[in-house]
């Protein structure tokens, strides 16, 4: 979480106004590494995290326009699905430590 947000910090300095892109991979890796809670806590920590610090009035929480609410939509749906492929992902890991995967030929 602190990569991302200083990698956030050093794009927002020159001037890419991505306001979760540097979140997505934290979100998939974490829930690769540690699971769907951890993975959903990095969701629940970012999504004010970027509010606050990323979207302006900066370090304020204000009402948010449009364009930000849907930035924050996006940034939930493509969490949700980044969790379940890195479950997925961790659950093939698992299988193939176990050698009970299915072979070919």
């Given at each position: 979480m602190f990569v991302a947000t200083?990698?956030?910090t050093l794009l927002y300095h020159f001037g890419i106004e991505l306001y979760f892109a540097s979140f997505l991979?934290?979100?998939f890796f974490t829930g690769f590494l540690a699971g769907v809670p951890a993975a959903v806590l990095v969701v629940a920590i970012a999504v004010p995290l970027v509010w606050w610090a990323f979207i302006p009035p900066y370090f304020e929480f204000n009402p948010l326009i449009a364009s930000h609410v849907d930035a924050i939509a996006m940034f939930l749906l493509l969490s949700l699905l980044?969790?379940?492929l890195a479950d997925w992902c961790r659950a093939?890991?698992?299988?193939?430590?176990a050698?009970?995967?299915p072979?070919?030929?």
């Open positions: 200083a990698v956030q991979p934290a979100v980044l969790i379940f093939a890991v698992a299988l193939l430590k050698g009970t995967a072979r070919k030929g």
